[in-house]
Structures are given as C-alpha cells and as structure tokens.
C-alpha cells in the first residue's frame, strides 16, 4: 500500500504562473513531512520540515502548508531556476523510517 | 552547514567485480546515515539504515550479502556492491542525521554505478 502519493507527477508553469504540489500521506502517528527539490543527476537538497496540522514554512517563493492528511507545497510566481523534481517524504511514527512520494517533476517555462 | 559528500559521483564497472561508494559528512557528526537506491522517474528507496558502530539495518528484500554496508565512524559509512551485475546499475543517494536533529536528513550528491 502506497504510504505517500504525490500529484501531479509532472507540472509546466509559465513562468510568473502560481501553482501548488499536493503531497497525501497514509502514514499515521506522522512524526514529521519533509520537503525536498532534486535535480536530476543529484542528492534531493532539504527544503522543509513540517510537524504538526496547520503548520506553514516559508522560503522565498515556497510555502509549504500541512493538514492531517495532506501536504501543499505553494508556488508563488516561480521562476525558471525552480524548475526541478520536488519530493516530499514521511516520517514513520517509530525510527528511522522515510516513506518517500515519487515526485513531481515541475518545469517552468520563461 | 549539514553538507554530505559522496565518492566516486560515477563508477563504471564490470559484471562480476566488487565496487565501494564513499558517504562523508563534512561538517557534522553523523548519527546514523542511510543508504537509497533510485531508478530512474522513481521515488528513493531505502537499502539499509547504519549507525556507527553497528550493524546495518537492512529493507526487505535487499540482501545484505551483496551490499555491504560499513559505518566505522561517524562521519563516513561505505557501501560496497559486491559481484556487481547489471542489474545493480542505478543511483545510489546515502543520506545522515545529525545528532542535534536526529529527523531532518541531509543527502548526498549521490553515486551513478554503471555495471557492464
């Protein structure tokens, strides 16, 4: 059973063009949701870490929002260099666990 | 802060042959450091969770023989794909926790391991 889902698997936005990523989750007791960006042929870079419904975390143009069942990450007016593959994971309730999404893949058009 | 390197960034090797990929934290202590496999369009898959010390932790499914997994101390964890064959060819990402945050893991540039 698939324990986190992310949708849409690939996003075009002009550039300028606001949007948001949807992140839902099966996991129960979430210890934490984390956001990452990879790019291809690299390590997914950390973005944010959110614990608790209702929570938001901000980072220049990305806002990530957490309910009990799912996650957003908001594109405000994004740019080309935004362009990426955005992941987002969660944390089993006991250990270690990461349960990752298989991503979407947003490309920003100029 | 909180920066994870990776060696070789490519490795091509031949069927049959042993190859080590290299994971350092460069700045921090790392508590424990994991290892994932990513095909392509595909989400990370966790091989095996180390913490220094100690054995791995090895996923379901993935045989310990054939990955061998060392983390001696605690800024560097191997990872040795042993009699590798084609079938292992994909990107191999190992990521660490610091001890201050034990829940935010920081990833490394990851690995391309090409077996021919």
């Known amino acids: 059973e698939d324990q986190v889902t992310q949708s849409p698997e690939a996003l075009r936005l002009q550039e300028g063009e606001s949007s948001s990523l949807n992140c839902s989750y099966t996991?129960?007791?979430?210890?934490?949701l984390f956001w990452y960006r990879q790019d291809p042929g690299k390590g997914p870079e950390f973005l944010f870490t959110l614990y608790s419904a209702g929570e938001e975390k901000e980072k220049e143009r990305l806002k990530a929002t957490l309910t009990k069942k799912e996650s957003f990450l908001h594109i405000t007016a994004p740019k080309p260099e935004d362009s990426a593959t955005y992941l987002c994971?969660?944390?089993?309730?006991?250990?270690?666990?990461?349960?990752f999404g298989t991503g979407t893949s947003l490309t920003v058009i100029p | 802060g909180a920066v994870v390197s990776q060696h070789p960034s490519r490795v091509i090797c031949k069927s049959g042959t042993s190859v080590k990929i290299e994971c350092r934290s460069l700045d921090f202590q790392a508590t424990t450091m994991f290892w994932y496999r990513q095909f392509p369009k595909k989400s990370l898959m966790l091989m095996a969770t180390?913490?220094?010390?100690?054995?791995?932790?090895?996923e379901q499914g993935v045989e310990k023989d054939k990955f061998l997994i060392n983390h001696a101390s605690l800024t560097l964890s191997t990872l040795t794909v042993t009699s590798a064959h084609p079938e292992d060819s994909s990107f191999y990402i190992c990521s660490a926790t610091t001890s201050v945050n034990t829940d935010t893991q920081y990833f490394g540039p990851g690995t391309r391991l090409t077996v021919l």
């Open positions: 180390s913490n220094e010390g100690s054995k791995a932790t090895y």
């Open positions: 996991v129960s007791g979430l210890r934490g």
């Open positions: 994971a969660v944390q089993a309730p006991t250990g270690n666990q990461f349960y």
